[in-house]
C-alpha cells in the first residue's frame, strides 16, 4: 500500500474513477444501502485488501443509476476512507498491466530470438571449421594407409608378401 495517500481518489461530488472516466455525482444517498462511495486507493487491478487491512468483497449496486453494476468495497465498512472501485475499472487496469507484461515478454522473448540466431550462425561456422579438419585427417590418413600399403607392396626384402603369395 505504498504511496496510498499520493494516489487516493475521494468519492466526493463528481468523482473520476482511475480509467479517467467521469462518474456519477454522489449525493446524501451515496451511503445508503443501495449505493456507497469511499476511496479507490492507489493499486491497480483487483483490490486485495482496503487501507484499513480487512479483506475486500464484491457487492452489486442497486442504484438507479448503476443498476447491477459490480463493485469492489471493504467487506470491514461502507464509511468514507474505506476501499470502493467499480470492477469495470479495476478489469481495465488488469487487461491494461498484462498488455505492458504481455509487450515487456514479447521484446524479451524477441531479443532471445536473435541472440539464438547470432549463436547458430556462429555454431554453422564452427561445424564448417570441424568439417575441413575432418577432411584433412582423413585425407592424411588415407594417404598414409596407401604409403604404408605400397611400401608393404613393393618391400625388396628377403621374403615379401605380395598379395598374399610369397616371393623369392
Given amino acids: 500500500m505504498k504511496n496510498i495517500e499520493k494516489n487516493k481518489k475521494v468519492c466526493r461530488g463528481t468523482a473520476q474513477t ?9 449525493g446524501p444517498e451515496c451511503m445508503s444501502d443501495s449505493y456507497s462511495c469511499g476511496i479507490v486507493y ?9 487501507v484499513c487491512g480487512s479483506s475486500v468483497k464484491i457487492f452489486t449496486s442497486k442504484s438507479v443509476a448503476n443498476p447491477g453494476r459490480p463493485y469492489f468495497r ?11 472501485k467499480w470492477v469495470e475499472d479495476g478489469t481495465y487496469e488488469e487487461v491494461n498491466e498484462l498488455k505492458v507484461e504481455g509487450m515487456f ?19 554453422k561456422k564452427e561445424m564448417k571449421k570441424f568439417k575441413r579438419k575432418i577432411i584433412l585427417i582423413f585425407g592424411g590418413l ?18 615379401s608378401l605380395v598379395f598374399g603369395r610369397k616371393t623369392m
Fill in 105 to 123: 515478454l514479447i521484446d524479451d522473448l524477441k531479443l532471445q530470438i536473435e541472440n539464438l540466431k547470432e549463436e547458430v550462425e556462429g555454431c
Fill in 142 to 159: 588415407c594417404i598414409v594407409a596407401i604409403v604404408v600399403f605400397c611400401e608393404k607392396m613393393f618391400d625388396q626384402g628377403e621374403s
Fill in 74 to 84: 471493504c467487506a470491514y465498512s461502507r464509511a468514507d476512507g474505506h476501499l470502493f
Fill in 18 to 26: 482511475s480509467s479517467g472516466s467521469k462518474s456519477e455525482e454522489f
Fill in 42 to 50: 492507489g493499486e491497480t487491478g483487483y483490490p486485495k485488501k482496503c
